[in-house]
């Protein structure tokens, strides 16, 4: 019975001295001497009464404060954070923040901190018409392109949300105002399309290139600036121009007389397809011409090549009579030469030996020939005189007239 007593107060006490902070070895000392002085087990006794009216004191001493403090900023201590939300909580004591991003509910300590949710699902800040609506919805921008245009803007989209890590930082610009957000996106929208824009001229807004770029750098551009807000710009949506009556009548015009280019260049393009398929069929036609004179060519050589074989055929032939004929004259003048040239040789011999017998006889029938001759000369003897009275006689060369 003593032992169970002592194991029970054992029991109790190692209880109460967990609970309290006491050490094991304490405990177990103060069990034995409990169980050896009865007074001692009374005075723990009252210590444990006295130690749980404590607690209960301090407890609701804690629930009324918590309790006053609920009635003084009207907040239940809990929240819940849901999916597309992120909660800043703010502490009053300390005035330092901290950023809870995953959903469900959360504890905090009533006036002390304070919980601010804010969303950070996509948001829009939209750009059109006149009016000025709650709901997102601004006037239009209008500005002046840099040859004095005036450009409305007539819609013009932003895509927007809370950055990841930035929520602290947006609360503290915009105390979680989505009207406050977006106006201090509109003032930073307005001043950065105007300055992009502005920069072109009324033509040069119109063309699609420059309506891109002009579009990626004011995206780039609103992005930075409202960085240092913790919002990020998602999206720009590409705007829809509009200007003055009569400039939008120019681009009308000038529009109208486009589709007349395009129309007139289809036209050309057709004329060009039907001009390229005559072509063709010119050509084939010409190519099928072109096979057929060759054919008729190649026939016309055939029979020129044929009848020229012919006749170089007949040529030769008529060479080779002619040849023959020749050959023949040939030997016939051939014998004739010999003939005659052995007649002449005969000729000669026979002048030959008539001369070598006149080489023998020569002289005498040379004086013969001469006394012949001398027969029929006449000779005229005349005195002649150059002096009348000479005083001797001269000698003169007779001259012989031979006749």
Known sequence: MITRGAVAIRIYLETVGTALGWELEF??????????????????????????????????????????????????????IGDDEVAVVYNRLSGSTRQIDSPGNELFLPFVERIHLQRRSPKQLL?????????????????????????????????????????????????????????LIEAHTRSIVRDEYGRYSAEEILLRDNQNAANVITQNRLDEALALHGIEVLELSTPKLRFDSAYEKSVEDRKLANQEVERLKAEFRQLEAERDQRLAALEKEKLIELNKSRLEINEYLAMIDRD???????????????????????????????????????????LRQEVERLEGTGAALLREAWTERLAQISFRIQPFSHDPEPAGIEVLETTLAIK
């Open 27 to 80: 405990t177990a000392g103060l069990a034995a001497d409990a169980f050896l002085n009865p007074g001692l087990i009374d005075l723990m006794r009252q210590f444990t009464f006295g130690l749980l009216r404590f607690v209960s004191a301090i407890a609701l001493c804690l629930f009324a404060v918590l309790w006053s403090l609920q009635k003084l900023s009207g907040d239940s201590g809990l929240i819940e």
């Open 308 to 350: 020229g074989r012919d006749k170089r055929l007949k040529a030769q032939q008529y060479h080779s009579g002619r040849v023959a004929d020749a050959q023949n004259y040939k030997y016939k003048l051939e014998q004739q030469a010999l003939s005659m040239t052995e007649q002449v040789t005969a000729r000669a011999e026979l």
């Open 127 to 183: 750009l059109q018409g006149a009016e000025r609506e709650p709901a997102g919805l601004v006037p239009e921008i209008r500005l002046r392109a840099s040859d004095g245009t005036l450009v409305r803007f007539e819609s013009l989209a932003v895509q927007y949300t809370l950055r990841p890590d930035e929520a602290e930082l947006a609360l503290e610009d915009t105390h979680g105002d989505d009207e406050l957000a977006a106006a």
